[in-house]
């Protein structure tokens, strides 16, 4: 007797595949810092005594690159980011090297956003004219309030003062300016001060908007593991007061004419970041330098990686012309749809429904189960041209992300 095989069967044993691949982006890791923030959880080493190995570092990030270019062979890098750790503390002659290296050895697009993350504090503001010159032409800086008792409880090196010079120095140079702020802040333990309060937070954020910076980015301060503010946590405002400050923030800049296109990513029209909306569409992004994760797409499989995260033993596999990979793994077919909607539904404005296949390589009825549960819980509304988180959906991401989760779509 002759087995009969289905076509669904025999296309639902094979990996899928892409029809074409997602833009691509370069990001750098410069992992140095000046002093580790009680906050911070990204791999970032304090620079004891102002030591670098910059030259060597610089070498290694290039060798990174050449090693990594057979798996993205041809393809055009459509934005650059350097971030850290503190990036601004590399020469504008090391940043120029960098680039002159990605110019030559990757087919870069013409205008290609290039973006640098900075901190404010004036002996970095006077290399903002050596960037520009080197080609940055996108400063983010790391201001997170301008108030001097929130930036010494947040373990800052720089004061408000400082803040507000670094805005006009880098408005001097750039045309593209981003500033990082955070709210739901501790206070100056010193001072005998509370938690931040609405009226500090709004202070915040309209000196920011008084700049008429293209880009702002406001982010609520979460006490993430491994951080010491994790271990020791500080006095932070409650849940209804951290909420009425995301409220406040949004109206003030919804007012002030910039758009909220991502959960904490605040544009004027047409200024948004091309570097993170390619993150957050599931774009693919080669990283290089110690710790740096990596998304690359082929035509049967996606792929994850992630640089060896100790900058010591980065130099020493790149020395030796080694593959700096600390881990690398593939994408398998369940995550990659959850992977897509983690990422896709930060955007306010959702995305286009056909963008799921194109960048998963699965239909989206491969999540129709969970898009139905979503749709019926009020998280997001849906046509057959698009897919939007619900203002209850942005709210409460975490809940909506929950059902698309891998272990979900198995159920």
Not at 27 to 42: A, G, R
Request: glycine share 6%.
């Amino acid at each position: 007797m002759t087995a009969v095989i289905s076509l669904s069967s025999i296309l639902g044993s094979q990996a899928p595949r892409l029809q074409a691949l997602p833009p691509l982006s370069l990001y750098i890791h410069l992992p140095w810092c000046v002093k580790k923030c009680p906050y911070c959880d990204f791999n970032s080493h304090e620079a004891r005594n102002g030591n670098l190995p910059e030259e060597d570092y610089v070498a290694a990030l290039i060798r990174d690159l050449e090693t990594a270019l057979p798996q993205i062979w041809g393809r055009k890098v459509v934005s650059v980011f350097f971030g850290g750790g503190t990036p601004s503390l590399f020469s504008a002659r090391s940043i120029d090297t960098i680039l002159t290296a990605v110019r030559t050895l990757l087919p870069l697009e013409h205008l290609a956003e290039v973006t640098l993350e900075a901190n404010p504090g004036t002996v970095e503001a006077q290399k903002f004219a050596g960037f520009r010159a080197a080609g940055i032409n996108r400063l983010s800086l790391g201001i997170q309030s301008f108030n001097p008792g929130h930036l010494q409880a947040l373990g800052r090196i720089h004061d408000g003062d400082e803040a507000r010079r670094a805005v006009e120095i880098a408005q001097k140079n750039f045309d593209n300016v981003n500033l990082d702020l955070m709210y739901a802040l501790p206070n100056n333990a010193t001072e005998n001060a509370t938690e931040q309060t609405l009226d500090e937070a709004r202070q915040d954020i309209t000196t920011a908007v008084s700049y008429g910076v293209p880009h702002i980015s406001a982010y609520h301060l979460t006490l993430e593991p491994n951080t010491l503010f994790h271990r020791y946590p500080p006095l932070l405002p409650d849940d209804d007061l951290a909420a009425e400050m995301q409220v406040m923030i949004e109206q003030t800049l919804a007012y002030s004419g910039y758009v909220n296109y991502e959960t904490s990513a605040f544009a004027q029209p047409g200024r948004e970041s091309r570097h993170n909306l390619n993150y957050w569409l599931f774009g693919d992004y080669l990283g290089i330098g110690a710790g740096a994760h990596s998304k690359i797409s082929f035509a049967d499989k996606i792929i994850r990686q992630m640089r060896c995260k100790q900058p010591r033993e980065y130099l020493a596999k790149t020395a030796d012309a080694e593959a700096p990979l600390q881990e690398q793994h593939e994408v398998g077919r369940d995550e990659r749809g959850f992977e897509f909607m983690m990422n896709a539904l930060r955007l306010t404005a959702g995305f286009a429904t056909e963008m799921f296949q194109q960048r998963t390589g699965l239909p989206l009825t491969a999540i129709q189960q969970q898009l139905n549960e979503a749709e019926r819980c009020g998280l997001i509304v849906r046509d057959h041209q698009r897919i939007t988180p619900t203002l209850t959906g942005r709210r409460f991401l975490n809940d909506l992300l929950q059902i698309f989760l891998p272990e979900k779509s198995k159920t």
